[in-house]
């Protein structure tokens, strides 16, 4: 059993942490508990980041405002930023530094071979594009990009959030795993079904690798049997993303009458608690923190037998898996879902039950600070 963080609150007394990640956001999201953890045993913490405009300030952490284009390939402009992370970490001059996302691992990675002093970990969360097409060009980058990582990491920490993942960068040294970036099972929490037509939630960017096609198709077809059905699109579009849902796809969409974009909320507590059941069947993952959110608040999961997500549902148990990729499973999985509540309510018992135990913040925290106690000096 790992031990609690708390088990050794002098080690990182003093230490400079420094996380490096593409959007505050999403460090917010994902990455703020490990932060106040590291925080909270004395480090002093900062993040490199995009700032978000109008983010209230974030306890204990200082934010150090890194403009760039997480989705440039220019290179002047890459150079640039490359030339600014290396200098930033001359100036901070960190104990560790954290590098969140293959884009931020990449260029932190490189930075940290300038600045010897410095340990370096890597968090590979989900791997996009490049690894969810099978393409000329995606093979290719895939590729080009394994062997520049091979290189790269074979000093540093490695912590991937599924076996899967583990394979791939097996040929990396210092390897970890640790199941994603928790949930708040505090905030999450079970809440009984709301009265009404039955609500379908899809949370996730509006990209095509997360299964969109298929959410959107099923919904049509869900129409005429269950003319009272509700299916939720909730996330924000990414324009730069190569795999973006157009604007106006998404207002096509909501013209079939039982689909509704909400775009990216911020009360998505309350959104899972006015749903039920909650369907993502994308291509590929990391760990989907919409998933974990979906289980520890209470409410079964449709979703797809592939990397990532077949880690947080076992059929039959919490959820139903359906293969990636495909829409006649899918539409055959809501229906069952739709049609029986006692299997709802069954499955998102379960779902809590798995989430307060495999994948709660306080121990996904605890894990990954153990791994980085204990990194090779």
């Given at each position: 059993m790992s031990p609690s963080h708390e088990a050794m609150p002098s080690f990182f007394k003093g230490k400079k942490v420094l996380f490096f990640v593409t959007e505050e956001l999403y460090f917010r999201s994902h990455r703020?508990?490990?932060?106040?953890?590291?925080?909270?045993?004395?480090a002093v913490v900062s993040v490199a980041t995009v700032p978000a405009i109008g983010a209230p300030p974030m306890t204990g952490i200082r934010l150090l405002p890194f403009p760039w284009d997480r989705k440039s390939l220019n290179p002047w402009k890459e150079g640039k930023a490359l030339t600014r992370l290396i200098r930033l970490l001359r100036q901070e001059n960190p104990d560790y530094l954290i590098n969140v996302s293959l884009k931020p691992v990449l260029y932190g990675a490189v930075a940290a071979l300038f600045q010897k002093r410095v340990r370096c970990f890597n968090l590979i969360t989900g791997l996009g594009y490049i690894f969810t097409e099978n393409t000329i060009k995606a093979n290719g980058l895939r590729d080009i990009l394994l062997l520049v990582l091979r290189f790269l990491l074979k000093s540093t920490g490695v912590i991937v959030q599924n076996p899967d993942?583990?394979?791939?960068?097996?040929?990396?040294?210092?390897?970890?795993l640790v199941k994603g970036s928790g949930v708040d099972c505090a905030?999450?929490?079970?809440?009984?079904?709301?009265?009404?037509?039955?609500?379908?939630?899809?949370?996730?960017?509006?990209?095509?690798?997360?299964?969109i096609q298929e959410f959107v198709t099923a919904a049509q077809y869900l129409k005429e049997?269950?003319?009272?059905?509700?299916?939720?699109?909730?996330?924000?579009?990414?324009?730069?993303?190569?795999?973006?849902?157009?604007l106006e796809t998404l207002r096509r969409w909501e013209q079939l009458g039982n689909v509704t974009w909400l775009g990216e909320r911020e009360d998505m507590a309350s959104l899972y608690a006015a749903a039920h059941i909650v369907c993502l069947p994308s291509y590929r993952e990391g760990a989907p923190k919409a998933l974990l959110e979906a289980a520890a608040s209470g409410r079964p999961i449709v979703t797809t037998d592939t990397v990532g997500c077949r880690?947080?549902?076992?059929?039959?148990?919490?959820?139903?898996?359906?293969?990636?990729?495909?829409?006649?499973?899918?539409?055959?999985a809501l229906s069952a879902l739709i049609?029986?509540?006692?299997?709802?309510l069954r499955m998102g018992r379960r779902g809590r039950e798995r989430a307060v135990q495999e994948f709660a913040q306080e121990k996904i925290c605890a894990e990954t600070l153990q791994i980085i106690r204990h990194f090779p000096a």
């Open positions: 703020l508990a490990l932060a106040q953890a590291l925080h909270h045993e004395g993942d583990l394979r791939i960068f097996r040929f990396a040294p210092h390897l970890f905030h999450f929490t079970p809440q009984l079904e709301p009265e009404g037509p039955c609500t379908i939630i899809f949370p996730a960017r509006m990209l095509w690798h997360k299964g049997p269950f003319p009272e059905a509700r299916f939720w699109l909730v996330g924000r579009s990414d324009p730069k993303n190569p795999a973006a849902v157009p880690e947080i549902v076992c059929h039959g148990d919490n959820g139903l898996l359906v293969p990636p990729r495909t829409v006649e499973p899918l539409i055959e049609r029986s509540p006692q299997e709802r």
